[in-house]
């Protein structure tokens, strides 16, 4: 059983440009939420989707977007990149129907994302 | 806004050692908390998840505990093992239990 799969791993990217960062849930998981992970520190939390829709939004400016498609998978899109974005961009899955009140969530291996 | 801070930053032991891990948050209004394990450069791998309205859970060597009403939550590690050397991240969810918030880790160093 598959987890949850993150592409890509690694990317390098000039400050201005556009990024895009891509996760596939875990089977069964139809929720998924992207932090963002600086070195040294813990991850924020930047937003949540599930039934294609963003639901809750941490305090990330609105170059920070994303997408869900039908299929639960999901994108991170992140515009006119500034240095201080170079970060680990995690992505975590769960099911959104909590069974006995449960709801670990499934975390991928990361985007590391570098701006120069 | 929920903050949540991890102590010690940094902890080395020898192997065989039993260790806690110590996390406090600042709302105790929390849906449930999670201990994770990351490894470097790597995701984060779930260890524990306690609701709120347990006091503990266990899993093998691991037993992390919560009290909600005073903010605070350990991880105790029995018997450590070099395997285990890697950062250990407490974090809480609040009452919708969609968004976690984390705190900075404590790095666990186990020295064979």
């Known amino acids: 059983d598959a987890g949850v799969t993150q592409s890509p791993t690694h990317l390098i990217k000039t400050r201005g440009q556009q990024v895009t960062l891509r996760c596939s849930p875990k089977?069964?998981?139809?929720?998924v939420s992207w932090y963002q992970q600086a070195l040294g520190q813990g991850p924020q939390f930047i937003f949540q989707?599930?039934?294609?829709?963003?639901?809750q939004r941490g305090n990330f400016p609105d170059r920070f977007s994303g997408h869900q498609f039908p299929n639960y998978s999901s994108e991170l899109n992140v515009n006119a990149l500034l240095l201080g974005d170079s970060a680990l961009y995690l992505c975590a899955s769960r099911r959104r129907q909590l069974l006995s009140g449960a709801n670990v969530l499934t975390f991928g291996a990361g985007s590391r994302l570098t701006v120069l | 806004k929920q903050e949540v801070t991890q102590i010690p930053a940094a902890l080395s032991v020898p192997e065989g050692e039993n260790l806690v891990l110590n996390c406090s948050f600042t709302?105790?209004?929390?849906?449930?908390l999670q201990w994770f394990r990351q490894d470097p450069g790597k995701g984060l791998t779930s260890l524990l998840l306690i609701q709120s309205s347990q006091r503990e859970q266990t899993s093998g060597r691991l037993n992390a505990s919560l009290d909600k009403s005073s903010g605070r939550s350990t991880l105790y590690i029995a018997a450590s093992q070099p395997g285990d050397s890697a950062t250990y991240l407490c974090a809480v969810s609040g009452n919708t239990g969609n968004q976690f918030y984390f705190g900075t880790g404590t790095s666990l160093t186990v020295i064979p």
């Open positions: 709302d105790s209004a929390i849906y449930n």
């Open positions: 989707y599930y039934e294609e829709e963003e639901r």
């Open positions: 089977s069964g998981h139809d929720t």
